[in-house]
């Protein structure tokens, strides 16, 4: 498994992952400066108020489109020259090469939150808060959000594995990232839509800014049940695929 995963990195060395990784947190930083409520909302903490409307843009579109890029990227190398049978050749299982991959875009993605993160950070500073940075929070924000987008990668890596062409498995992306932005407006469907648990899970609780969304044993049961639910069938389907 090492190996594959050392194997995969090198893959990845000419895919400009770097760019990928800090568009949308510097996009973020750049809304968090310019948005004025930031800096109006004395009643409530600062820190917690940037993440509130950096959320918006950034976990419900720049984080899911950013799992759904890496995953196609990922798959790309295979996708061309017939790597997947040179790979599927080797003495390793099927199903350790798919959560080779998984793995792979996890660990790219944890990246890209923290790197988030340190953004959050940025934006106070730049503004200069004057309260102390409340660094378990923000990061029990960030590693929820990561959590959260399990479900997503194992859908859209079982895409991109399945269909050669990027564009189809990222127009399936922006197919289910899109109606997320709805998703968060309607408290029944809301906390059962996958594409929209990296939103809900990255959202202040009622403890920090005085009211919530949904609870976090809600989040956690729908995420767990559809990533395992995507990840097996990712799995199964690569399997049983004819290469």
Request: proline share 6%.
């Amino acid at each position: 498994m090492i190996a594959l995963l050392k194997s995969e990195r090198v893959k990845l060395k000419h895919q400009h992952l770097l760019t990928i990784l800090l568009v949308g947190p510097l996009l973020s930083l750049f809304i968090g400066l310019i948005n004025p409520m930031v800096k109006h909302m004395d009643e409530f903490n600062p820190w917690l108020v940037t993440l509130m409307f950096v959320n918006l843009p950034y976990a419900l579109l720049f984080l899911p489109l950013a799992t759904g890029i890496l995953a196609g990227i990922i798959c790309r190398y295979e996708h061309l020259a017939g790597g997947w049978k040179q790979l599927v050749a080797l003495p390793v299982k099927r199903y350790q090469i798919y959560l080779s991959k998984f793995l792979m875009i996890v660990l790219l993605v944890l990246v890209m939150q923290l790197v988030y993160g340190v953004v959050i950070f940025m934006t106070g500073v730049i503004n200069q808060f004057n309260e102390p940075f409340p660094f378990e929070q923000i990061l029990s924000f960030i590693l929820l959000g990561w959590l959260a987008t399990f479900p997503m990668i194992a859908l859209q890596l079982f895409a991109s594995m399945h269909w050669r062409s990027f564009a189809v498995s990222f127009t399936m992306n922006i197919f289910f990232t899109i109606p997320s932005i709805l998703a968060i407006n309607s408290e029944r469907f809301g906390p059962f839509y996958p594409w929209a648990q990296p939103f809900f899970m990255m959202y202040p609780s009622e403890n920090s800014l005085g009211f919530s969304l949904i609870s976090i044993q809600q989040m956690i049961l729908v995420t767990g049940v559809s990533f395992l639910v995507f990840f097996l069938m990712g799995i199964i389907s690569f399997h049983r695929k004819n290469i």
